[in-house]
């Protein structure tokens, strides 16, 4: 079983609709969670951290984590063109300070 | 200036050669980290650092060795360099100032082509 699991897409939604990013992780000791957005051949882009339980938001983004299910979720909402990209889920297990990645999902926004 | 730069961008070499890639950082960082990128594989971790004296193999560290020359820069060799190498590189830092898991910057990457 990978550590960090994410469905590879792409997920197709309308422009202006709301995007649901899913990722779970297999470390019940995982402390910290990450969302990158990455667009092709670029490098990751951080976007979202999310520590405790609940919801996370920050401007169009919110960042959802249920420790007790093992998933962390991303919402984008008013989704534009511009957010086509891939979003990587990456946790960082314990304190070992090193981030585990899933192998991301694609996101296209139709205009 | 970027703060994590990687050269070179692009690299093409043959079956054998040994090749060298390197990351220098200007945010002061401790942490530096190697991953690579293949499709649908996402991003798997090398090597790292924690200080110049701390160096840790990833989960996929076969065929590749690193230095950790200074504070400021981590270079990733390969010594012979294979086909299944060609890959996009990463190089990214942390800091152990701020709180755990903070998160990475990354630089700009290499795109290794291994012929």
């Known amino acids: 079983q990978k550590e960090v699991e994410q469905n590879s897409g792409p997920l197709s939604v309308p422009e202006g609709a709301i995007a649901s990013l899913n990722c779970t992780y297999s470390d019940r000791g995982s402390q910290s969670f990450f969302w990158y957005r990455q667009y092709s051949g670029k490098s990751p882009e951080l976007i979202m951290s999310?520590?405790?339980?609940g919801d996370k938001e920050d401007g169009r983004f919110t960042a959802q984590l249920n420790k007790a299910s093992q998933y962390v979720s991303l919402l984008i909402r008013d989704s534009q063109p511009s957010d086509s990209a891939t979003y990587l889920c990456?946790?960082?297990?314990?304190?070992?300070?090193?981030?585990?990645f899933g192998s991301g999902t694609r996101l296209l926004v139709r205009p | 200036d970027a703060d994590v730069t990687q050269t070179p961008r692009n690299r093409i070499t043959k079956t054998g050669k040994r090749i060298m890639l390197e990351c220098s950082q200007t945010k002061g960082h401790d942490r530096m980290y190697w991953y690579r990128q293949d499709p649908g594989l996402g991003l798997r971790l090398i090597y790292y650092?924690?200080?110049?004296?701390?160096?840790n193999k990833g989960e996929i560290s076969d065929g590749y060795s690193v230095s950790r020359q200074a504070q400021a820069k981590f270079s990733l060799s390969l010594e012979s360099a294979i086909p299944n190498q060609t890959a996009l590189y990463f190089c990214?830092?942390?800091?152990?100032?701020?709180?755990?898991?903070?998160?990475?910057?990354f630089g700009s990457g290499t795109r290794l082509t291994v012929v």
């Open positions: 999310i520590y405790s339980n």
């Open positions: 650092s924690f200080d110049v004296k701390d160096i």
């Open positions: 990456a946790v960082n297990v314990g304190s070992s300070y090193k981030l585990i």
């Open positions: 990214a830092t942390s800091d152990s100032d701020r709180d755990p898991g903070y998160g990475y910057t």
